[in-house]
């Protein structure tokens, strides 16, 4: 089994490509814009890996060698060029309560558990299933997380020092209000009149100038703590490697691992539609296993894709693999060379640029056909906005899944019924239209009047489907009732499957030349069991 993984996790790996899709040249210019795209990045992810950090109870360098590991690794290998990965809050909220528990080397470990878990996910194709996401689920998971995005910013807006317990009030907020609104501006309107220079970027460098030009007193990046640090050094955590270790761990990395898969996965769908490319997804939870699994022996916090970043990214015109890199060396050079200059950087810039991030999430559109659309779609996009806000993206992900699904599933059941009419031999003839499947079993039985029908009666499923077991018991079931008033029915345009399945009724079946061919989605060995060995 062991063998048989590597194996595929080693096939499922791919060479970098330096595109984002066919289309995407590596020109001069093109480089060029990937190298300020990642310098806008890696500036806009040092007060957020920071932040999360002390969400998480850890020292800030945590969260940034995070930031570098994370984000270096799935630059390469990742599954989508032109995404940002590294250390996020949807991660740290989860290992707050893992680290004061039992201290920070357990989360190393728990993070290493996570990219190997994230490692099978990938090796096993699970990635593929986030197609299974409806459209409204996908709505409401960006408008969730644009709201999280902005209601994170709101730190930025209280007194350094104070641990978050006052308000910046009076001029010092009247200041930070118009360096965030001049941060904006400047990217609002820089593109009208050039593209040379990625207007985050631009937003930030103006807003900077202007500060230390006039000496403004606003917090700062250093404001937050010490970004200066040495290069993340080798460390196997330093945890008893038992049973109650693993008894400790295993249940926050299978937590870290399908919040981290989820959230990569859907930020991966959602550049896919701006940059135009599909596929990756196996891949990307692959790369995001050897992040993760690189990272926690490197004294990081772990990490997954950044929607935020990701769309400062593709927004800047960062659309290759470069961006990503050059995004991480940066950062890695902040931390080792530059961090008293980035620590200069007032956070009303970086709090404009993840302001128009917001705004640029949010599917305004959505506002506008939520009186358009079904009940259900509306209702499951607004569900997903406020779990995301309330609790976290994977749960508010697996809700609307869970909601849609149910929803699918009781609309068809509805649309089960069937046309009767009377041959010339007097038999009845029930065209059974719409699918039959557990949802509609009861529907389909109660469809046939078996005790005013004639002794012939013949059941035509040409315009159905028999979906599952409970469909087929369903069958089996009316064929009984039929059976047991002494008339004969016969069940016509049945695939093969259902031919081979079912047991009581199946000497009934009248075969056709033009009977269907679907297979059931029943496990064979188990239905072996139930219907007698057929």
Known sequence: MAKSLLARYANSITMPDLRVSPTTALTAGQVKTDILSGLTVALALVPEAVAFAFVAGVNPLVGLYAAFLVGLITAVFGGRPGMISGATGALAVVMVALVAQHGVEYLFATVVLMGLLQLIAGALHWGKFIRLVPHPVMLGFVNGLAIVIFLAQMTQFKVPGTGGAEWLTGLPLVVMLGLVVLTMAVIWGLPKLTKVVPAPLAGIAVTAIVVIIFGLETPRVGDMASIEGGFPAFHIPGVPFDL???????????????????????????????TGQRGGASQECIAQGMANLVTGFFGGMGGCAMIGQSMINVKSG??????????????LSFILVASPLIELIPLAALVGVMFMVVIGTF??????????????DAFVIVLVTVVTVYADLAVAVVVGVIVSALAYAWNNARRIHAKSYRTPEGAKVYQVQGPLFFGSSEGFVELFDVAGDPTSVIVDFADSRVVDQSA????????????????AIALRHLSRDCHRLLSKAGHLIVDSEDDPDYALA???????GIFGGH
């Open 244 to 274: 109650q270790t693993l008894q400790i761990i295993l249940p926050y990395a299978v937590i870290l691992a399908a919040i981290g898969l989820i959230e990569s996965l859907l930020t991966l769908n959602l550049v896919g539609e701006m």
């Open 318 to 331: 960062g659309r290759t693999r470069i961006a990503g890199i050059v995004a991480a060396l940066f950062l």
């Open 363 to 376: 599917a305004w559109n959505s506002l506008r056909i939520l009186f358009k659309v079904p009940l259900i």
């Open 472 to 487: 087929l018991q369903a069958i089996e079931a009316v064929a009984a009732k039929y059976e047991a008033k002494g008339k």
């Open 522 to 528: 029943v496990d064979y060995p188990v239905r072996t």
